[in-house]
């Protein structure tokens, strides 16, 4: 059975920095692709980031392009997002979520992907 467990969020300065983790376990990272999503109340879920089984082939959302970085360890199993010089626009709850057979066009649709983490809170604020 597929689990995706997220952590690292919490309460940061606008500015600051955070690492989140996405650890797994019944499937591994680095033959699937992994994707982070974030969702702020009453919005819908928002793309972040992405890396195919390549890790050399990642994508970001425009919104964190330049201060968010995607990354796996593949001997730990876990996907991470740096969050750096955060912005209170970034508070919102934060998924990890897989998907092996997601083709390229769609890897930015939540709908597409089939594993989902149960999510952790980021808050940016003063």
């Known amino acids: 059975q597929v689990q995706l467990v997220e952590s690292g969020g919490g309460l940061v300065q606008p500015g600051g920095a955070l690492r989140l983790s996405c ?15 974030r969702q702020a109340p009453g919005k819908e879920r928002d ?48 998924y990890c979520a897989t998907n092996p057979s997601i083709i390229l066009s769609s890897i930015r649709r939540p709908d597409q992907y089939h594993r989902w983490g149960q999510g952790t809170q980021v808050t940016v604020s003063s």
Request: aromatic content about 14%.
């Open 47 to 94: 793309f972040v980031a992405a890396m195919r089984q390549s890790a050399s082939h990642i994508y970001y959302g425009d919104s964190v392009k330049g201060r968010f970085t995607i990354s796996r360890d593949n001997a730990k199993n876990t996907v991470y997002l740096q969050m750096n010089n955060v912005q209170p626009e970034d508070t919102a709850v934060y």
């Open 23 to 37: 650890a797994a376990s019944g499937i591994n990272f680095s033959r699937t692709t992994t994707a982070w999503f």
